[in-house]
C-alpha cells in the first residue's frame, strides 16, 4: 500500500461535466496539499490543509472546491472547467511541524490525476 | 522575484561528470530545505533534504548558504539514471501554515 494514493489517475472530462479527486494518505500526517503542474511548468500550489481545516487558498477559481473530511482524505470537486485546467493534479501529505513534526516535514506526493478538459 | 529561483537549464552532461545544480530563495525565515528529483510525467520525490552544515548522500551533496540564501546540489560521477527534474523546496514560514515553495526545477540529461 503506497503512502499517498490518488485516484483516478487519469480522466477526461468536458467542459459541463462534475467530477472529484481523491487523495488518501496511510502515513498520520496531518497536512494535506493540492498542486497543479501545467505541461512544462512548475508546481503551483493550489491547496493547503492541516488539521483538517483549510488554511490557505492560492487564488484558486472557485471551479475548484477542495474538501477535507478526515486527516487521511483530500478531494477536489470540479466543475465547468475549461481547457487550460488540463493538468497534472498532484496531491501531497506532510506533518506540520507546527503540530509535532520535525522542521524536516518533506512532503509525500501521490501519483497525480492527469487531468484533460475537453 | 520568484520566491525560489532555479536555472531551468538543461545541463547536458556525459555520464562519469560531476554537475552542480544552484538555488536561490527569497525568504530569510525559511527553515526547510530539500532538493526533489522529478521524471518525466511522475510526481517528484524526495531526494534529501538539506541541512546547515552541509550533507551527503552517496554520489550527492547538498550545501546551504544561509547569508547569501543559497542552495546547491553537486552529483558526482553522473549516471544514466540521474536524468531527471531537479526541485529545489523551500518551506514558506507562516502563521496559518506550513508549506513548501517548489522551484521551477533544472533538467539534467546524462549522455552516453
Known amino acids: 500500500e503506497t503512502g499517498v494514493t490518488q485516484t483516478p489517475r487519469h480522466l477526461v472530462m468536458g467542459m459541463t461535466n462534475k467530477k472529484s479527486l481523491k487523495c488518501e494518505q496511510h502515513l498520520g500526517h496531518n497536512a494535506m496539499y493540492w498542486y497543479k503542474q501545467s505541461a512544462k511548468k512548475p508546481l503551483e500550489l493550489m491547496f493547503v490543509?492541516?488539521?483538517?481545516?483549510?488554511?490557505e487558498n492560492n487564488s484558486v477559481p472557485s471551479r475548484f472546491s477542495p474538501e477535507c473530511p478526515n486527516s487521511s482524505h483530500l478531494f477536489l470537486h470540479l466543475h465547468t472547467l475549461q481547457p487550460e485546467d488540463s493538468a497534472l493534479y498532484l496531491c501531497?501529505?506532510?506533518?506540520?511541524?507546527?503540530?509535532?513534526?520535525?522542521?524536516?516535514?518533506?512532503?509525500?506526493f501521490g501519483q497525480g490525476t492527469r487531468l484533460t478538459v475537453v | 522575484r520568484k520566491e525560489v529561483e532555479q536555472d531551468p537549464g538543461p545541463f547536458n552532461v556525459p555520464e562519469g561528470a560531476t554537475v552542480a545544480f544552484n538555488c536561490t530563495y527569497s525568504?530569510?525565515?525559511?527553515?526547510?530545505f530539500f532538493w526533489y528529483r522529478q521524471d518525466c510525467r511522475k510526481e517528484p520525490k524526495l531526494l534529501m533534504s538539506?541541512?546547515?552544515s552541509g550533507n551527503e548522500d552517496g554520489r550527492f551533496t547538498a550545501q546551504l548558504n544561509r547569508a547569501s540564501q543559497y542552495i546547491s546540489l553537486l552529483i558526482r560521477d553522473s549516471k544514466l539514471s540521474d536524468s531527471a527534474t531537479y526541485l529545489c523546496?523551500?518551506?514558506?514560514?507562516?502563521?496559518?501554515?506550513?508549506?513548501?515553495?517548489f522551484g521551477s526545477g533544472t533538467r539534467l540529461l546524462v549522455r552516453p
Open positions: 538539506v541541512y546547515s
Open positions: 525568504n530569510s525565515a525559511s527553515q526547510s
Open positions: 501531497a501529505s506532510s506533518q506540520d511541524p507546527r503540530q509535532g513534526g520535525s522542521v524536516f516535514s518533506e512532503a509525500f
Open positions: 523546496v523551500v518551506n514558506s514560514p507562516q502563521d496559518s501554515s506550513y508549506k513548501l515553495i
Open positions: 490543509y492541516s488539521l483538517e481545516e483549510r488554511v
